[in-house]
């Protein structure tokens, strides 16, 4: 069990994607993408394995929530900086959380 103030450590926030790319280096078919978290977070970078119901320039302009405050990682020869939250449907593949109505970018989910 995670207690309540170990959650607030985890900060969610809310991007707009600004760009998108395939990722064909990637073991598993991925897409890059680039979102803007707003004047506090700027741009951050990120990979994620949507393609079953993606694609990259589907993406463009999508609003997305992110959790921004792990350490990067290295995903291939790309550096991931933020975590794209989504949930798995029937088959296991993944669809991303989207606020709405649009939020003001950055703002945190509580």
């Known amino acids: 069990m995670l207690d309540f103030d170990t959650f607030l450590q985890v900060d969610m926030r809310v991007g707009k994607v600004l760009r998108a ?24 970078k990120t990979s994620a394995q949507i393609t079953d119901h993606y694609t990259s320039e589907g993406l463009i302009g999508r609003m997305v929530v992110g959790v921004v405050n792990f350490s990067p990682r290295q995903i291939g020869k790309f550096m991931s900086e933020f975590l794209v939250l989504g949930a798995a449907d029937a088959n296991g593949a993944i669809i991303l959380l989207k606020p ?7 703002g945190r989910i509580h």
């Open 21 to 44: 790319a395939p990722y064909p280096e990637a073991r598993k078919p991925a897409i890059k993408l680039w979102v803007d978290f707003g004047p506090e977070l700027g741009e951050k």
């Open 100 to 106: 709405d109505p649009i939020l003001p970018l950055g």
